[in-house]
């Protein structure tokens, strides 16, 4: 079956940085989009940045634009997001998501998903 295990989540002050990566196994990954979401306590889950398989097209929410960078090795089936300038308010647990097709950013859409890694953000 599938599986996707996140790491390089951990606490971190502001203006920080950390890597996090996904790994993905269990099928053939061809064609498929991967992506990053996020989901703070009290709040709903939201998008924050995905790749299509090519690695040619990424998309970013508003709130991590120029902050954040998404990119994924597909010979490791893996997606990785880097995250510089951090906030607290990017604190949350954070996801990753595959599906086949375009990276899309209702979470409804997406096929898989991992258990999470927590950033933390101290102020």
């Known amino acids: 079956q599938v599986q996707l295990v996140e790491s390089g989540g951990g606490l971190v002050q502001a203006g920080g940085s950390l890597r996090l990566s996904c790994a993905a196994s269990?099928?053939?990954?061809?064609?498929?989009?991967m992506a990053w979401f996020r989901q703070a306590p009290g709040k709903e889950r939201e998008f924050v940045a995905g790749?299509?398989?090519?690695?040619?097209?990424?998309y970013y929410a508003e709130y991590v634009k120029g902050r954040f960078t998404v990119s994924r090795a597909n010979a490791k089936n893996t997606v990785y997001l880097q995250m510089n300038s951090l906030r607290p308010e990017d604190t949350a647990v954070y996801y990753c998501a595959v599906r086949a097709g375009a990276s899309v950013v209702e979470p409804t859409r997406w096929d898989y998903w991992g258990q999470g890694t927590q950033v933390t953000v101290s102020s």
């Open positions: 790749i299509n398989w090519s690695g040619g097209s990424a």
């Open positions: 269990g099928r053939t990954f061809s064609n498929y989009a």
